[in-house]
């Protein structure tokens, strides 16, 4: 499997999964997933400003995944690298060193971005 | 590798370091282990509720190997699939949008202990 | 300030300050502690098991108000100070000795339940 | 001791400890301090938006004192109560009801900075 | 309440708290506290080495009471100021900036001890 | 892939990870990196104490990669197996079962370091 790959696999698991989490059919579970999609549209902070919030959260949080996901809202809703790295390296102070291996897994996300031309790198 | 021998794998290499850490033949992390498995026994509250206990805190600290065990625990103690996930529902609201990858994680097991009968739908 | 005091103040702050989150006004925040509330009534699993649920995430998340709200609660629906013991030492063996600062708090919140009738101690 | 007076002595024992942390005279830290300081600074993104990183990583981390450091400094760089509230829920949804609280805890320290003036409500 | 007093509060409520934790008569809490106490007995590593990483394990986890706990035994076993701080240093790194206020209570009480003559400066 | 290769993949990855980090050209990640290095120099502790710090702050803080990179340090500066399982005993007894599978995961990583001869039996 290829780097590429990597995201690609990630991005088409997640939406598989997530079709079967909703399909558990619990209101609950549900509402949840409805709440959080709402959570990063434009409201008092723009959603480029959310989803940046949402990849420090994940960041100093350590997943993954949500890296992953933020990572791809935060460059398609226009960030630049140097500003995703920037946030980066506030959840790195925040958090400590803990959070280097997810630094280094998101280094290598922005990368396939960048490659994929999702990510503005100017 | 299918999504079947998943499940099936992780109880394996679970045994085998499982002894592993035992042929370490440190006094402390042996009565520790054992006084892991004592705590699920029936007691005040009897094992099947101890086990959805087990697993909500492993969804909220978020271990996929501490999910997957108390999941099948669950199913074998009599849980309902939806009563696990009514449980799933409160390790979501507590800890938030970031348990949603073990969520998915957690219903791609559910459907694996399904499949070989392990857990009840009914 | 008395111990009882401690748990009354509690109660008093508590829904002072939910209600000033209230009127931030905020729509997301709203729904959230709507969909919260709804968490914990009768489904799959009765509310009773679900405050266990919320309790034990709540003490290895190790958040004394959290687990003073759902001890309230699980007083409140039946459970015995011996059920919700139980229930704390499945989070003291998940959390480890991390969790027994709040489980000393729990300890005396449980005290001051049962000096007010709340606790069923049979 | 009034709710003024919360924050008031917070600013204080915080500035007294901090120097007492300086005076323990371990270069490893005081460089953590000095690094911490600059992470803030305008950079890829600016500091007001820095702030509101710092402030949603503290909230899904629950640590109060940091809250409270954050949400002075998101007032001073311009944020309003709006764009505050709008990230405190990003943390909610994020970090869950176990968030709530910090929460209240904020909405308190918000209404403070509001009272003396440092806060924009508009 | 003078500083001093925060201290001796401290571990006077914090063995009536234990005993009442203990009074709970739950098998599998006792045998918990046992346990936790042989954890830091003299084995492969000596009992000073061992409250050191008790320490830090609490100061990463942000655990004020445990701090203090075993900021207490590293004194009474031989720790210098010197070593202890260099320990929290370590701690401070791994676990980022949201350590420091506990950095901060940590220093408080290095200050209590050293005041009382149970910690040694040189 | 054989076990072996696990350990060797993980330092070859991180190695170049670590690099591409530091490609990203931030100032203020580089300097942490930096400093985290410098952390565990020989100071107030010695390197191999520091090292068992490492260990057991990861351990606790649940990070398979900083386990792996202080298990390496640990047998490097002396420790020999039975004071690093020793200090995994304090973290698991600290951090509760939630530490197990990172246990299974060391005693695996020790058995690779022992193999290779990096870490001493006796």
Do not use: W
């Not at 992953?68 to 995703?84: F, M, N, P, R, V």
């Not at 920037?86 to 897994?105: E, F, K, T, W, Y």
């Amino acid at each position: 499997m290829s780097d590429k790959n990597r995201l690609d696999q990630f991005r088409e698991e997640r939406e598989i999964m997530n079709e079967k989490v909703m399909d558990l059919d619990h209101l609950g579970i549900k509402r949840f997933f409805n709440m959080d999609t709402n959570t990063y549209r434009d409201g008092a902070l723009p959603k480029q400003t959310k989803e940046l919030l949402g990849l420090v959260a994940s960041a100093v949080l350590r997943c993954n995944d949500c890296i992953d996901y933020h990572l791809e809202q935060c460059a398609k809703t226009g960030s630049t690298k140097a500003e995703i790295v920037d946030a980066m390296n506030v959840a790195l102070i925040v958090g400590g060193s803990i959070v280097i291996p997810h630094l280094r897994h998101a280094t290598n996300t922005l990368e396939l971005l960048e490659e994929e031309g999702t990510l503005k790198t100017v």
